[in-house]
């Protein structure tokens, strides 16, 4: 049975929403960057996930097909972390599991610390950690002004480059061409990119109050988020955490490997 989509009321805007499936309830967030969405990362998985897991999938406020914040601060990690939870209320009592890629691996662990519904979380290729960010990792951040850009982008998140295909950067190109949308993604990282960085780093704190299933993905050749300096950085923090490196694989875990991605899901969740 397909997923339905539906967009729902939160802090006076909406939230695009993919859901359906029976079985495990997992809440799916998506990362940052240039055309981010659900459909951007997770694009490849959402089908087979939906035959196994009762899934919610979600574009955050600001990206995709949700609607935009009304005011600034655009880039809002308690607001990111209060959909969330919002979102946590639509799924069924009891035990949840949360997936989040890049920013929102930062944003599960996040709420894994916040709330003991999360008891089963994935991360990949997750921020979360601090560390010195080169101008060459800055790219996503930085709103592409051409189709060649965008598809610049899209190609540095993955190894193998022909998985980059046009409905992949039309999809991205649709959500970075939406009336005042330029302006709004520029206002969201005006600031320097280690502001964002540091920004979303999970507290030491936060990290001792996580005490559920905790699993890394991670490609080896991530150039935007080494696993070296976030996902074995914050694993080290997790005594309930296992770690996958994948070879062969950059930052867009689920959309370069999804038989690897479902693998691991099956692993974790069941």
Known sequence: MPLEERDIEFEGTTVHVWEGGSGFPIM??????????????????????????????????????????????????????????????????????????????????????RTGRITKVMATGTMGASFEVPDARNRAWTYPETDEAIRGVAEHMVVD???????????????????????????????????????????????SRIDCDVLFVHGRQDASFPPDKTTLVLAREIPTSDVVLLSRCGHNVAYERPEKFLRACEMLFG
């Open 28 to 113: 799916m967030l998506h990362g940052s960057g240039a055309g981010a969405s659900v459909i951007a990362n997770f694009e490849r998985v959402l089908g087979p996930l939906g035959e196994r897991y009762r899934i919610l999938a979600a574009d955050l406020v600001g990206f995709g097909q949700s609607g935009l914040k009304p005011e600034m601060p655009y880039f809002d990690i308690e607001m990111w972390l209060r959909q969330g939870l919002h979102l946590a209320d639509r799924l069924p009592d009891g035990p949840i599991g949360v997936i989040g890629h890049s920013l929102s691996g930062a944003f599960a662990l996040k709420l894994a610390a």
């Open 161 to 207: 480059k022909s998985i980059i295909t046009d409905h992949h950067v039309a999809h991205r190109k649709t959500i970075l061409t939406r009336p005042g949308y330029r302006e709004y993604f520029k206002a969201m990282f005006e600031k320097d990119r280690q502001h964002f960085v540091d920004a979303s780093a999970v507290t030491r704190d936060e990290l």
